[in-house]
């Protein structure tokens, strides 16, 4: 495989969380392959060979056990709700990495703190907005600091497991509409291998209804997870012509055209391919043939502006191979998909890092008064 050369690297989709966290984690099971600490340690560990070039990295909330309202509605065993506490607790993991302030056991150190480029919590979207103005605040005060304040760049509230309709209801909406009146991202996570295309169909739905008569200056950034997660097992020799890829294709180019603050990103391909062996080395070749069509319909769609890296970690250490070897070698995969691309070296370094960068508005921009 050809090498792309080494650009400063923000990797867009990351996740933390320490071993004393793990069962406030909504999937988290004896059983579960990332049942274990995922700390700043094994991140560095993860991108050794590449850590002079990744600036830093861009976290995202991992889903802990939440509800959307701040008092839950019902305490029956059978039905058990946990409000805001998790979720909020986790703003709180995150200001003591981006204050450089660890506690014994959370694996970090000071020095990490400069990784922390931005922070994307949990967020009770379909709530409506003025339960998310309350969460909201408090979040700011959990993050104690203004410097750690200004790294909150948005929210996410994941949709892939949520029934059919969430994304079009009024809260949903409203929300954010509000995310985009107060200068905050939306990271939309949808899946269409596992979930179905209906889901790209009612995010698509849901973008009409965001954007529509909002002023330009207001409307919300919405970056999407994964590609969408398609199915990336579809025989590589019929893919093209195949009515789940060609139908996912509109979908996509459909979400780009709707707005230009919509952004993808490249990441997340190691979970929706067969699992790649640790021990012997896999044909990238093979990866790259199977990807490429998918990615090439997402820069045919949002254009180079609006494409970015990310990791997906430590997610991608499941399917490829384990964290010795994934980062590193999803970072190959992605170095020749693009190199077949014909990127310039403009383009490479924003995919790499300028994308993301100005997308989250990661750096010196102003921060809303919450």
Request: glycine share 10%; proline share 6%; net charge negative.
């Amino acid at each position: 495989m050809s090498s792309a050369g080494q650009f400063p690297i923000v990797d867009s989709h990351i996740h933390l969380f320490p071993a004393t966290h793990l069962e406030t984690l909504s999937w988290y099971s004896d059983n579960n392959p990332l049942g274990a600490q995922h700390s700043m340690d094994e991140y560095k560990a993860a991108i050794k060979s590449n850590e002079s070039v990744v600036r830093g990295f861009i976290f995202l909330e991992t889903d802990r056990l939440s509800s959307v309202t701040e008092t839950p509605a019902s305490s029956l065993p059978s039905a058990p709700t946990h409000g805001w506490k998790h979720a909020l607790d986790e703003v709180s993991l995150l200001t003591r990495m981006a204050l450089g302030e660890p506690i014994a056991g959370e694996g970090h150190i000071p020095a990490d703190k400069d990784l922390v480029l931005g922070i994307i919590p949990w967020a009770p979207i379909p709530a409506g907005e003025d339960v998310l103005w309350k969460y909201m605040c408090q979040v700011r005060e959990r993050t104690r600091m203004d410097e750690v304040w200004a790294k909150l760049r948005g929210v996410r509230y994941l949709v892939q497991d949520k029934a059919a309709g969430t994304m079009l209801q009024d809260g949903f909406v409203s929300s954010l509409r509000w995310l985009g009146r107060v200068g905050l991202t939306f990271d939309l996570g949808v899946d269409a291998r596992s979930g179905g295309l209906g889901q790209l169909r009612e995010a698509v739905k849901m973008m009409g209804r965001v954007y529509g008569g909002a002023e330009s200056d207001e409307a919300v950034t919405i970056i999407i997870n994964h590609m969408c997660k398609p199915n990336l097992r579809l025989p590589p020799a019929e893919v093209l012509s195949h009515p789940e890829f060609l139908e996912w294709k509109e979908l996509i180019t459909t979400m780009a055209r709707t707005h230009e603050k919509t952004y993808m990103k490249l990441s997340g391909a190691f979970s929706e391919i067969e699992p790649l062996d640790r021990e012997s080395e896999p044909d990238l070749e093979a990866i790259v043939e199977r990807v490429q069509p998918w990615s090439d319909a997402v820069f045919d769609a949002f254009g180079t502006e609006r494409v970015m890296f990310g990791s997906d970690w430590p997610v991608c250490n499941v399917g490829g191979g384990g964290n010795d070897v994934s980062w590193g070698r999803w970072k190959r995969v992605v170095e020749e998909i693009i190199e077949r691309r014909g990127l310039s070296p403009n383009q490479k370094g924003g995919f790499w890092a300028a994308v993301a960068i100005n997308a989250y508005g990661v750096g010196g921009f102003p921060r809303v008064s919450i």
